[in-house]
């Protein structure tokens, strides 16, 4: 079973920065695919960010329009762990942070798709004050 654990949460300024970390554990070789999502109260979860990596079609990302520019997600396959650099933070931005992972390929065009990821984690807040 797979076990994602976020960090990196926490109150910042609007314009500041923050650096998100979901390190994962237990049947992590056969992951092909990972995104982070947020979820702020009354809204529905979005996804920010996701990148996927197979051997047929190589590295793909996805970007949500609100984020371009501002974020950025990568993963490091060596400590089993994925990021997301978050610049330029605006108030806006406040929510509840998930990732999420894929245990199957992905075809690139689906990975903004909350219903495409198997493993989530406990998620972490991120609040930005102006």
């Known amino acids: 079973q797979v076990q994602l654990v976020e960090s990196g949460g926490r109150l910042v300024q609007a314009g500041g920065s923050l650096r998100l970390s979901c390190a994962t554990s237990?049947?992590?070789?056969?992951?092909?695919?990972m995104g982070w999502f947020r979820q702020a109260p009354g809204k529905e979860r979005e996804c920010l960010a996701a990148?996927?990596?197979?051997?047929?079609?190589?590295?793909?990302?996805y970007y949500a329009d609100s984020v371009k520019g501002r974020f950025t997600i990568s993963r490091d396959k060596a400590k089993k762990t994925g990021y997301l650099q978050m610049d330029s933070l605006e108030p806006e931005d406040t929510a509840v942070y998930y990732c999420?992972?894929?245990?199957?390929?992905?075809?690139?065009?689906?990975?903004?798709?909350?219903?495409?990821?198997?493993?989530w984690g406990q998620g972490t807040q991120v609040t930005v004050s102006s």
């Open positions: 999420a992972a894929r245990s199957r390929a992905l075809i690139p065009t689906m990975l903004g798709f909350p219903d495409q990821y198997d493993y």
């Open positions: 237990g049947g992590t070789f056969s992951l092909y695919a």
């Open positions: 990148i996927s990596w197979s051997g047929w079609s190589g590295i793909s990302t």
